[in-house]
């Protein structure tokens, strides 16, 4: 809250559940949305009480981005289009949590099973925006 000037944010995208889902609820400000695309923290499914939700007019939505691709076919490709130039700019900076040396993919293995990486994890000189243009 301290970042916004106790306004909180607008929109929080939470892939991790858990601890971070009550988290994120905390950080947003009135008419906020959190958008729930998954569960990876292994804690379980979090749960809210909706007066929380109606105090500031705040939205929790569902995103299958799984049955939503399979809606529209092409979509996530024209978005990627969008996102990479601004990643590339440095306008979006996607967290790098860890690297690792090709020879120590097993313990960035490990380390992910055992949830000790944050953000994006990869090796030293692989560009993100050069895996991400690679998927179809």
């Known amino acids: ?42 804690q379980g499914i979090p749960e809210v009480k909706v007066n929380r939700l109606l105090l500031n007019n705040i939205d929790v939505r569902g995103v299958g ?29 996607p967290p790098i949590g860890a690297t690792y040396a090709l020879e120590d993919f097993g313990q960035a293995l490990v380390d992910m099973d055992e949830r000790r990486t944050l953000g994006k994890s990869g090796r030293p000189g692989a560009r993100l925006t050069d895996r991400l243009r690679s998927v179809p």
């Open 1 to 42: 809250m301290e970042l916004t000037g106790g306004r909180g944010v607008d929109i929080v995208l939470d892939v991790v559940g858990g601890d971070a889902f009550t988290d994120s609820l905390r950080v947003l400000g009135a008419q906020g949305r959190l958008l729930v695309v998954g569960f990876a923290s292994g």
């Open 65 to 93: 981005w799984g049955a939503y691709a399979m809606m529209r076919p092409g979509y996530m490709h024209e978005q990627w289009a969008e996102i990479l130039p601004m990643m590339e700019s440095g306008v979006i900076k």
